[in-house]
């Protein structure tokens, strides 16, 4: 993202006269070279994705970044977040109440905010943020519904200022392998796509626990999950989905499933639960230091339980789900998700006009917040398989932390000062709404049975920038001959 907000000299600058400062200094001048202020960052919503977030300010990024602001509507988890970052040594944030949080900016100062609220509010300070001056760094997805993303889109073109949307699927190295490919010409015009992502019994139902199953907060997985994957596919193929098809339901995480196991019903959570030692889907929320501080001991602030029953009536979002889309560049994607799978992770297939390109990621899902690493790939596989040849084993570039590396590469990006990205992995509300309408069209059709265009849900989006893909009119290569007898 080009930071509007950058202030004084670049890093570029300060290393470049580095050396003439030295030798004033020691020629006894009383010259030198001040080091650039730091870019002043305010934090909204103190969740568990904060962290990563915080913890590169206070970390990595301490020289360039400060924490001035924290606000979050619940109040022992802000003075929680606002310690931590104190105790760093980085910076001493002031913490403000989120009905605070206009006079947060006026007092504070910064330059960017940062939202990691609840995914249904994040329009609502993405907005204010833009009004006040600020440029946004905000959670994926963007935003839950049509309208809000055409307020978002809206306020942009209004203010002219920024908005960045942490897509770190894109930075994962493998992923970016499978770009490079794509954008290489390595099977040619890209015709359709077959894409399964499944979660498995661990990390599916911890959506179904926490306030991501009430689909008013979420958007339901085809919003709050999907738009991952399909940025993937629009990020992948650099084109727009059109129009999107849909079936969905919740079929596994029922009060019926329940007593199919043995279960007398559906309880309120687990750490009452009555039947807790029969159930293996049961979440000990104690048992994590850092989820038992966050949730746990806060709950008397507002009520929030994170252990929920995850065979609850009142769950109203689907956990099996089937999306066909048609992009702008006549590409097809068949997509699926589940969350009550065997194992988790993906299968992706590329069919183009040269070949196919097959990529599979088999991953360690976990507790979102919990201590151990999520989204951690434990089995990478690209293959290429040309029309009419041999196939061929990539060996993939394997990332190391969470999110298959992913986090690590965005954050120095974000907060650091890298090169140039070839991929353009960097998105901004463009991208931002063109993945999470295709769950918003997604959930209509699930309601409607009827095919959506994403045109007739927002108007004014236009294309996010793109990497430069093959030309889809240049000629293609006849495949070799095979002796048909």
Not at 52 to 73: H, L, P, Y
Not at 216 to 234: C, E, I, P, Q, R
Not at 298 to 327: A, F, H, K, L, S
Request: aromatic fraction near 8%; proline fraction near 5%; hydrophobic fraction near 35%.
């Amino acid at each position: 993202m080009d930071e509007k907000n950058s202030a004084g000299i670049d890093r570029r600058t300060v290393l470049k006269t580095a050396g003439a400062a030295g030798l004033m200094l020691a020629a006894g001048s009383a010259g030198a070279v001040a080091a650039p202020p730091r870019k002043r960052y305010a934090v909204v919503g103190v969740g568990s994705r904060a962290r990563m977030f915080t913890n590169a300010m206070t970390g990595k990024f301490r020289d360039t970044s400060e924490v001035v602001a924290i606000c979050d509507k619940n109040a022992g988890r802000l003075a929680r977040a606002v310690k931590l970052v104190t105790e760093t040594g980085a910076s001493q944030p002031r913490g403000y109440a989120a009905s605070d949080f206009e006079r947060m900016i006026r007092e504070a100062k910064p330059q960017f905010v940062i939202v990691t609220t609840p995914d249904a509010s994040h329009d609502d300070y993405i907005v204010r943020a833009l009004e006040a001056g600020c440029d946004v760094i905000t959670e994926k997805p963007m935003t839950t519904t049509a309208e809000k993303a055409q307020r978002i889109i809206d306020a942009v073109k209004r203010t002219g200022r920024q908005v960045r949307v942490t897509f770190n699927y894109r930075y994962s190295p493998p992923r970016t392998q499978i770009k490079e490919l794509l954008m290489s010409g390595e099977i040619g015009d890209v015709i359709s796509v077959d894409f399964t992502w499944l979660l498995n019994t661990v990390h599916g139902a911890d959506y179904f626990r926490r306030w991501h199953s009430n689909k008013a907060m979420s958007g339901g997985l085809m919003v709050h999950k999907s738009t991952h994957h399909f940025d993937l596919v629009n990020w992948w193929l650099g084109a727009q989905p059109e129009t999107v098809h849909a079936f969905g339901s919740r079929q596994f995480y029922t009060p019926e499933t329940a007593r199919r196991m043995g279960l007398s019903g559906p309880h309120e959570r687990c750490l009452t639960c009555p039947e807790k030692q029969k159930c293996n889907f049961y979440f000990d929320l104690a048992s994590d230091p850092g989820l038992k501080a966050l949730y746990l001991d806060n709950e008397r602030y507002d009520g929030y339980y994170r252990d929920q029953c995850v065979w609850r009536p009142e769950i109203n979002i689907e956990d099996t789900m089937n999306v066909m889309v048609r992009y702008d560049n006549g590409a097809h994607l068949n997509y699926a998700l589940s969350a009550y799978d065997a194992w988790e992770g993906y299968h992706i297939a590329f069919n183009g006009t040269k070949g196919r390109i097959e990529h599979r990621i088999v991953e360690s899902g976990g507790a979102a917040g919990a201590a151990k690493v999520q989204s951690g790939s434990e089995a990478v596989s690209i293959r290429v398989i040309p029309l009419r040849g041999q196939p061929r084993d990539i060996e993939p570039i394997i990332g190391k932390g969470s999110h298959g590396g992913g986090d690590d590469v965005m954050l120095t990006e974000i907060f650091g000062d890298g090169p140039a990205d070839k991929y353009k992995r960097a998105s901004d509300e463009r991208a931002g709404a063109w993945s999470a309408l295709v769950g918003v069209a997604a959930n209509k059709c699930f309601e409607t049975g009827q095919t959506v265009r994403i045109a007739d849900l927002v108007a004014g989006l236009t294309p996010p920038d793109r990497a430069p893909m093959p030309d889809r009119r240049a000629p293609v290569p006849m495949p070799i001959r095979i002796k048909i007898p």
